[in-house]
C-alpha cells in the first residue's frame, strides 16, 4: 500500500484514506477492500472491475490442473471429504484446506458463493498483474503455501514460461477477463510424477490485490485501469463492472 501511494504521489496524485473521502477533488481510483470501494464508487464515480465468480470453475482443465466447482455454502457444509473452499472474490471467511463441511464458519449467508477444488499441491505460487492480456509486473508470493515474496525477473527462465502460458490462457479465455486484473499462477505438482505445470491458482480484483515484490509503477498502471472513473471503462470492460 505504502510504495503504491508514493508512486501515485510521484504522479501528482492526491492520496487519501477512505474516510477522506468527501475532500477529493478530480478524477478518482480505488485501491482498497470492496465494502468501502462500493460504498465510495457512487460518490466518487469510480467504476470497479472484476472477473466473474465463476470464471476458474468454467477453465478447461489444462489451465487448472484439477477439478474447479462453482457452489454455495450450503453445498460446502455438506462436503464430506478434504476440499479447498474459497470466496470467488470477496474475503468473506478464509480460504483453506477443510475437512470436511462442518468446519467452516456456521455463521455464513447459505447462499454465498463458493469455488470447490481438489487438495493439490503448489511448490511456488506468483501473483500477475495482467493490462489488456499482458503481464505488466508480476511477484512470487508463496513456495510451498509459505509468504515467499521475489520480484518476477523479466530475463529469467521462469518469467519466460509464465509469459508463454498466460499468453495461451489469454487466447483461450481472455474474453471473459477484464483488460485490468490479477491473476495467480502456480507450479502444480504431480503425485505420480517429477516435475510441475503450470496452473491457474485464481482470479482477483486489481486494486484489491497485494502487490508482493512486484514493480509499484507497473502495479500502479493496472490499479488506475481497474479502479478508475467510470466514463473511461472500455466498452469490453463493462461486463466487469462490480454492481
Known sequence: MELLAAEAAGRGMDVLAAEEASAATGPAYWYGGPVA????AGL?????????????????????????????VLDAWAIERPTFVKPP??????????ADG???PG?????????????????????????????ATGSRYAVFGRLAPLPLDKHGPIAAELAAFVDRLVA????????????????LLDT????????????????FSHAY???????????????????????????????
Open 192 to 207: 505420480y510424477r517429477p516435475g510441475y505445470r503450470w496452473a491457474v491458482v485464481e482470479a482477483n480484483m486489481a486494486w
Open 107 to 135: 455463521d455464513l449467508d447459505p447462499a454465498t458463493p463458493v469455488l470447490l477444488s481438489d487438495v493439490v499441491t503448489f511448490a511456488a505460487e506468483y501473483r500477475l498483474f495482467l493490462l489488456d492480456g499482458q503481464i
Open 44 to 72: 466518487l464515480g469510480f467504476a470497479l472491475l472484476e472477473p466473474a465468480d465463476e470464471w476458474l470453475a468454467e477453465l478447461p482443465e489444462e489451465f487448472t490442473g484439477r477439478e474447479v466447482r462453482t457452489a454455495t
Open 89 to 98: 472474490r470477496d474475503k468473506s471467511f478464509e480460504a483453506d484446506v477443510y
Open 213 to 243: 515484490a512486484a514493480a509499484p509503477a507497473r502495479v500502479l498502471d493496472v490499479v488506475l485501469r481497474a479502479a478508475g472513473p467510470r466514463e473511461n471503462v472500455q466498452p469490453a470492460d463493462l461486463p466487469f463492472v462490480r454492481h
Open 172 to 187: 483461450a479465455a481472455e474474453p471473459a477477463l477484464p483488460s485490468a486484473v490479477v491473476v495467480d499462477v502456480g507450479q
Open 102 to 104: 462442518s468446519r467452516l
Open 37 to 40: 470501494g462500493a460504498r465510495l
